[in-house]
């Protein structure tokens, strides 16, 4: 099983980044795939995060900014990120597994046996 982000950088506030999860390794479309970022002396904490069959989770903090999709044919997730804010600072991580439904929200993170190394998302002017 192998996770790849990219799409991470420096941007400005208000700017815009679209982050991509490219996959392999496993049957991607049975897999639900989240993002998770984290700060220095902070755990991790999810931001968003897309079902297999499609559903979607945002936490609250970017709710109406973030947007997750998933390409089944590429294998791939893909977190659109506007309106960025310095508190968006961090590095972002993917992760995978099949895991059922959570309610209206995301399995924990040790739920999840599969992540990438992450990709680092700057938001300075």
């Known amino acids: 099983v192998q996770l790849v982000e990219s799409g991470g950088g420096l941007v400005q506030p208000g700017g815009s980044l679209r982050l991509s999860c490219a996959t392999s390794?496993?049957?991607?479309?049975?897999?639900?795939v989240g993002w998770a970022r984290q700060v220095p002396r902070k755990g991790l904490e999810w931001v968003s995060g897309?079902?297999?069959?499609?559903?979607?989770y945002y936490a609250d903090s970017v709710k109406g900014r973030f947007t997750v999709s998933r390409d089944n044919a590429k294998n791939t997730v893909y977190l659109q990120m506007n309106a960025l804010k310095p508190e968006d600072t961090a590095v972002y991580y993917c992760?995978?597994?099949?895991?059922?439904?959570?309610?209206?929200?995301?399995?924990?993170?040790?739920?999840?046996?599969?992540w990438g190394h992450g990709t680092q998302v700057t938001v300075s002017s």
């Open positions: 992760a995978a597994d099949r895991v059922p439904l959570y309610g209206s929200s995301w399995p924990p993170v040790a739920n999840f046996g599969s």
């Open positions: 390794g496993f049957t991607f479309s049975d897999y639900a």
């Open positions: 897309i079902y297999s069959d499609g559903i979607t």
